[in-house]
């Protein structure tokens, strides 16, 4: 054995063990009035020292070299190392020692016996069984250099979880600590099989595509979603590595059907949140996160988080984190299908929801989330978008009539506001409001002094012409220029929001004629410019309030 074996402080015990012939390591630490560990990979390197601490056991150890050309480890039992104990039979019939690397989830077997490695209840051991035959995978990884197979190893591992359930949204994320060596080998060499089909990713393509058929209006970000990543899992390994291309199409399909409709075991996934509600192996697949749902829709992750709430899509769980949220895309697409409606094209001028500045929910005290709600719940006219652009996107959208309308329900509902609301509103700050309170343009409410008269904020924003940067998207002093320099109408009011900031300036309406007003432009003009869409497969789908 070489100078450089590292072993576990569970393994370094159980030579001992052996050595005094103890049927088990618990038995010898017990002899010892030392507390054992409920799990054999909870031994630390402190346990061994305990031994260690008996001259007897120590004497032995080094007269007999039991532990010679080892290291014993300060602890074991990472999330890389499986939960079960393996060995390579032939080795510990010669040595009575089980090597930490054993412990590792993808090795599979010995490079130097060029068997299997088999899993043992527990250490020590007295009566050994066969180890098995060498798997295709593993008789592979003999031609390659160790630090190639190791490497080699870990890459078929990780592609593991692609092919464990090969048409899912969502990768699975599994426990395969808990698989024994016999189910990890299996699974490897399936992999190993189907990255030897030339024409794999193709086949994968159409499988997964066929599977999705039912979401094919939804668009190719639904259709196509994790199928880069596959195709590039796929290529990188084939390219990398020089299969024999000894596998046939029909044998990769039918190895990822397999995969596909296999029971599935509760217990080896991460996620158990996936089986909340009422469970179905079949539908598995069809389950989403939050994070790819919000991509799917168009929104951001926080107005899905709103919507949801409000059981649109009837979440299998939901969280406060979306991309821990998770929906059965059936129902997604069967919600969708109820508010909205296929058209060839549409007349009216619609926004991209995404474009809408804060300036706008800010005056309007609204929400982006609230607008998302109104748009997918038909409350207001709008259209999702399929397929825009050369990146193939979902996009949704409000209609600009729609918008506004909103807009004006929102203002006439305002009740009384707090003075920090007022500030955000109007864009303006704290000294600037205590001075239109000073000067009666705004009166406090009767019932609470911290707070604007919702009548007196709406006859202020009704009478009077407001300049302000931030609330008009442009320079308060050009808006001036523009407004003054048409019929000479001077500002009743004008102040510096503070010695950096532009001014803000204040007109009365009644002193302005239409033409001095038309010197503005609509707060819309700023964001809602039409871009050209390249894309030429855009599907359009109007949500179903009749206009």
Known sequence: ?????????????????????????????????????????????????????????????????????????????????????????????????????????????????????????NLPL?????????????????????????????????????LFRPFDFIQAKVKFQKFSVQQIRFLLDDVFKVLSCPSLSETW??????????????GELV????????????????????????????EAKTLLLKYHGAQIDKSLYVSTHRFDSTFDSQSFSFQIDGAALSEFLGINMKSLSHVAQQNMFDAIYLCKQQDKSFYDMRKVAGALSKSFELVSECDDKFLKVSDVPNGIYDLFDLSRDELVSCVLNSHIDG??????????????????????????????????VNKYDAVRMLKINADVLGTLIENEYLKLSAKNSEQIDADSMREFVSNYLILNRKANFEKARTCEKRVTGCCNVQPIFQIYMDSNRT??????????????????QSRFTHFSKSNIDLSKDVIIFRNKRRH
């Open 1 to 121: 054995m070489s100078s450089n074996h590292f072993i576990s402080p569970f393994s370094a015990c159980a030579v001992i063990a052996r050595f005094y012939g103890f049927a088990t390591v618990k038995k010898l630490m017990l002899s010892n009035a030392i507390q054992t560990p409920t799990r054999f990979e909870l031994y630390a390197h402190s346990h061994f020292e305990k031994l260690l601490e008996n001259k007897q056991i120590k004497h032995d150890i080094e007269q007999y070299k039991l532990l010679d050309s080892t290291q014993v480890l300060e602890k074991s039992g990472t999330i890389n190392d499986s939960d079960h104990i393996k060995i390579c039979p032939h080795c510990y019939q010669e040595t009575g020692i089980q090597l930490y690397q054993w412990q590792h989830i993808e090795v599979t077997s010995c490079r130097v016996h060029e068997c299997a490695l088999i899993n043992v209840k």
């Open 126 to 162: 007295y009566d050994l069984q066969e180890s098995c035959n060498l798997l295709s995978f593993e008789r592979y990884m003999l031609s390659l250099s160790e630090t190639e197979s190791s490497e080699f190893a870990e890459k078929l591992l990780r592609f593991s979880r692609l």
């Open 205 to 218: 393509k159409h499988l997964l595509l066929n599977h999705r058929a039912q979401f094919e209006k939804c």
């Open 223 to 250: 259709m196509h979603h994790r199928l880069d990543e596959i195709a590039n899992s796929i290529y990188s390994i084939q390219h990398e590595y020089n299969f024999l291309k000894s596998t046939e199409e029909v």
């Open 383 to 416: 259209i999702y978008k399929v397929n825009t652009s050369i990146e193939r996107v979902n996009h949704l959208y409000v209609s600009e009539k729609g918008l506004k309308q909103l807009l004006k329900e929102k203002w006439n509902a305002i009740d009384e």
């Open 503 to 520: 001014d803000f300036v204040l007109y009365d309406k009644a002193h302005l004629n239409d033409c001095c007003m038309q010197k503005l």
